[in-house]
């Protein structure tokens, strides 16, 4: 293999083609060919020998040809001299892997609170040049600075996201605006990564960077809306389905911090805390997580678990129990009739319990698992248990009904740490994985699914639980919290109107979306467009009260003949409910009141 390699590098050479015309060859003395396949793997192996270099009390981040040194001490000229004993080992390391730093384009940065006395120590050299100090640096997209609040960072963010909002009032446009969902599926897909890019680490700043972002948020969602500007955020959230930008901030800082403890790493870091501190005002905190098995990803001469989902060819989804039952039996006679055989199977109960069964002739267990498990999860822990502690190295198959599971088993690419441990002593134990039909009278797995509904009603144990497991509870934890907190809110208009928090039908035009969501609302630009004006509220000629929408709408005179002739309800729930016909209606009223382009 080394010779192909040194054959694919060596004596490689390039040209430039400019105008027709070809440049002389000119020979690549080193470097990795960009674009190749090799390429990445080839950079990789040869930046490995840099840890190697690096002093044990000098900590290395590298990121690509990015190298950034930390140096950490109580003592500053220490860490000074810890750092140049760095610095001096990978310049010389450099040359020997074909690389050159230059000196005028590293940085120095000191986290310190004693400034003064840092002016007295000795400069930072590479190269007989002496390495500039700055009190800012960009480290993979996080401005950083020598005090670590961040405020540059979210000053940065700022500017790049007011930019994107521009492109995102252009598609908001009234001739070219999407639909809403793609519009919010567009600005958490693009907007929201670039604002909370770094987000574990500049979280570290506290509410003062939130009070910087949180109004790019509101306005992003109050663009996509067509809320008027001075529509409550709480009221432009609820209309539009959305999550305030705390829960956002919840939700996002919990996934990185999940991640982060499903690899076994250290629960004390300061990202960890502040995930949990930040969760206390949505009283809950993270799970215990499981951690994810080595490997994580199969190796191409590991041995491949066997999954036969040839029963799914055969039998169709609400086919007949007994074809189901015939050609089960058949599957048994050809081909596993002397192996033992393991019936498993997982359950959720309504009111959340989980519990999964495992099924033989010599062995009944029941065991249930913590409320946050999915079914998929249940039914993943019950094959493993059974493969695991029950099925003898000699061989066994396990017959289970989840089709998903059994395909996670064979794909090898999941991040599952039952699928992941599953997969690698099934693997080892001569074990095959099979799918059979659920519900379909086959003995063993009824008798499975008895014990899974038996497991669900035990205690739940106090089990670490997958990490996909335990973001998908905590973002429905976010999610009810926040519809509690819209329920409990009475001095709402919009409350009124709407009491749930997640998103309602829309039309197709965008002017009607728009009308719509702002008298749902209550804030139009006739009720309330003298705020932008600081004038005084406008007051109803007829009844000498001011303008609102349910005057309007139910109560003003003035509009009495267009509310019957449009057939308006008699209350404001109903004539701004999410039915077609009534908001049809309610379209038609304005219309016909010349109010529709005053909205």
């Given at each position: 293999?080394?010779?192909?390699?040194?054959?694919?590098?060596?004596?490689?050479?390039?040209?430039?083609?400019?105008?027709g015309?070809l440049?002389?060859?000119?020979t690549?003395?080193?470097?990795?060919?960009?674009?190749?396949?090799?390429?990445?793997?080839?950079?990789?192996?040869?930046?490995?020998s840099?840890?190697?270099v690096?002093?044990?009390?000098v900590?290395?981040?590298?990121?690509?040809?990015?190298?950034?040194?930390?140096s950490?001490?109580?003592?500053s000229?220490?860490?000074r001299?810890?750092l140049?004993i760095?610095?001096?080992?990978?310049?010389n390391?450099?040359?020997s892997?074909?690389?050159?730093?230059?000196?005028?384009?590293?940085?120095?940065?000191?986290?310190?609170?004693?400034?003064?006395?840092l002016?007295?120590?000795?400069?930072?050299?590479m190269g007989?040049?002496?390495?500039?100090?700055?009190?800012?640096?960009?480290?993979?997209?996080?401005?950083?600075?020598?005090?670590l609040?961040?405020?540059?960072?979210?000053?940065?963010?700022?500017?790049?996201?007011?930019?994107?909002?521009?492109?995102?009032?252009?598609?908001?446009?009234?001739?070219?605006?999407?639909s809403?969902?793609?519009?919010?599926?567009?600005?958490?897909?693009?907007?929201?990564?670039?604002?909370?890019?770094?987000?574990?680490?500049?979280?570290?700043?506290?509410?003062?960077?939130?009070?910087?972002?949180?109004?790019?948020?509101?306005?992003a969602?109050?663009i996509?809306?067509?809320?008027?500007?001075?529509?409550?955020?709480?009221?432009?959230?609820?209309?539009?389905?959305?999550?305030?930008?705390?829960?956002?901030?919840a939700?996002?800082?919990?996934?990185?911090?999940?991640?982060?403890l499903?690899?076994?790493?250290?629960?004390?870091?300061?990202?960890?805390q502040?995930?949990?501190?930040?969760?206390?005002?949505?009283?809950?905190?993270?799970?215990e997580?499981?951690?994810?098995?080595e490997?994580?990803l199969?190796?191409?001469?590991?041995?491949?678990?066997?999954?036969?989902?040839?029963l799914?060819?055969?039998?169709?989804?609400?086919?007949?129990s007994?074809?189901?039952?015939?050609?089960?039996?058949?599957?048994?006679?050809?081909?596993?009739?002397?192996?033992?055989?393991f019936?498993?199977?997982g359950?959720?109960s309504?009111?959340?319990?989980?519990?999964?069964?495992?099924?033989?002739?010599?062995?009944?267990?029941?065991?249930?698992?913590?409320?946050?498990?999915?079914?998929f999860?249940?039914?993943?822990f019950a094959?493993?248990?059974?493969?695991?502690?029950?099925c003898?190295?000699?061989?066994?198959?396990?017959?289970s009904?989840?089709?998903?599971?059994?395909?996670?088993?064979?794909?090898?690419?999941?991040?599952?740490?039952?699928?992941?441990?599953?997969?690698?002593?099934?693997?080892t134990?001569?074990?095959?994985?099979?799918?059979?039909?659920?519900?379909?009278?086959?003995p063993?797995?009824?008798?499975a699914?008895?014990?899974?509904?038996?497991?669900s009603?035990?205690?739940?144990?106090?089990?670490?639980i997958p990490p996909?497991d335990?973001?998908?509870?905590?973002?429905?934890?976010?999610?009810?919290s926040?519809?509690n907190t819209?329920?409990?809110?009475?001095?709402?208009?919009?409350?009124?109107?709407?009491?749930?928090?997640?998103a309602?039908?829309?039309?197709?035009?965008?002017f009607?979306?728009?009308?719509?969501?702002?008298?749902?609302?209550g804030?139009?630009?006739?009720?309330?467009?003298?705020?932008m004006g600081?004038?005084?509220?406008?007051?109803?000629?007829?009844?000498?009260?001011?303008?609102?929408?349910?005057?309007i709408l139910?109560?003003c005179?003035?509009?009495?003949q267009?509310?019957l002739?449009?057939?308006?309800?008699?209350?404001?729930?109903?004539?701004l409910?999410?039915?077609?016909?009534?908001?049809?209606?309610v379209?038609?009223?304005?219309?016909?009141?010349?109010?529709?382009?005053?909205?």
């Amino acid at each position: 293999m080394g010779y192909f390699i040194r054959s694919f590098l060596t004596e490689r050479k390039a040209r430039v083609y400019i105008d027709g015309k070809l440049s002389s060859p000119h020979t690549i003395a080193n470097g990795v060919p960009q674009g190749s396949v090799l390429a990445p793997t080839l950079f990789l192996i040869g930046m490995q020998s840099l840890f190697d270099v690096v002093p044990e009390d000098v900590n290395v981040l590298a990121y690509a040809d990015d190298i950034t040194l930390i140096s950490v001490s109580p003592y500053s000229v220490l860490s000074r001299k810890q750092l140049q004993i760095a610095v001096n080992r990978v310049d010389n390391w450099a040359p020997s892997m074909g690389f050159i730093f230059a000196p005028e384009k590293s940085k120095l940065m000191h986290l310190s609170s004693r400034k003064k006395k840092l002016n007295k120590l000795p400069p930072l050299i590479m190269g007989n040049k002496v390495i500039p100090i700055v009190h800012s640096s960009r480290i993979l997209g996080v401005l950083v600075d020598d005090k670590l609040k961040f405020i540059n960072h979210a000053n940065q963010v700022r500017k790049s996201a007011s930019l994107k909002l521009n492109i995102l009032k252009k598609l908001c446009s009234a001739r070219g605006a999407g639909s809403r969902s793609s519009l919010f599926r567009f600005l958490h897909g693009w907007l929201m990564p670039a604002m909370l890019h770094g987000l574990g680490l500049f979280s570290r700043g506290g509410d003062r960077i939130n009070e910087k972002l949180e109004p790019l948020y509101n306005q992003a969602v109050r663009i996509i809306g067509g809320a008027f500007r001075s529509s409550p955020i709480v009221s432009i959230m609820a209309e539009s389905g959305q999550i305030p930008f705390d829960y956002v901030i919840a939700r996002n800082l919990s996934s990185k911090t999940i991640r982060w403890l499903s690899y076994n790493r250290n629960p004390e870091v300061p990202m960890v805390q502040r995930t949990e501190s930040y969760l206390q005002k949505y009283e809950t905190s993270i799970p215990e997580i499981s951690t994810r098995p080595e490997p994580r990803l199969r190796k191409f001469n590991a041995p491949v678990p066997k999954v036969d989902l040839s029963l799914l060819s055969a039998v169709r989804a609400g086919g007949s129990s007994t074809v189901a039952l015939a050609n089960y039996l058949q599957l048994v006679s050809r081909k596993y009739q002397s192996i033992p055989k393991f019936f498993t199977d997982g359950s959720k109960s309504t009111d959340g319990q989980v519990g999964c069964g495992i099924f033989s002739t010599t062995d009944s267990v029941a065991l249930s698992l913590p409320p946050k498990c999915s079914v998929f999860s249940s039914e993943a822990f019950a094959i493993l248990k059974a493969a695991q502690d029950l099925c003898p190295s000699t061989g066994a198959v396990i017959f289970s009904d989840s089709a998903s599971v059994l395909r996670a088993v064979q794909a090898a690419n999941t991040k599952h740490p039952w699928i992941i441990a599953l997969s690698n002593i099934a693997a080892t134990k001569k074990i095959t994985l099979c799918w059979i039909p659920g519900h379909s009278g086959i003995p063993g797995n009824e008798a499975a699914d008895r014990l899974a509904l038996n497991g669900s009603q035990l205690e739940p144990p106090n089990t670490a639980i997958p990490p996909s497991d335990a973001s998908h509870w905590l973002k429905n934890h976010l999610l009810l919290s926040w519809a509690n907190t819209w329920n409990n809110i009475t001095e709402n208009k919009l409350r009124e109107i709407k009491n749930c928090t997640y998103a309602w039908s829309d039309r197709n035009s965008f002017f009607e979306r728009r009308a719509l969501t702002r008298i749902r609302i209550g804030h139009t630009r006739l009720t309330h467009g003298y705020l932008m004006g600081k004038e005084d509220p406008p007051i109803c000629p007829a009844c000498s009260v001011v303008i609102t929408i349910k005057h309007i709408l139910t109560q003003c005179p003035i509009h009495q003949q267009a509310r019957l002739d449009c057939d308006l309800a008699d209350n404001l729930r109903q004539i701004l409910s999410n039915d077609p016909e009534e908001e049809e209606k309610v379209l038609s009223f304005l219309r016909s009141s010349s109010i529709y382009e005053e909205i």
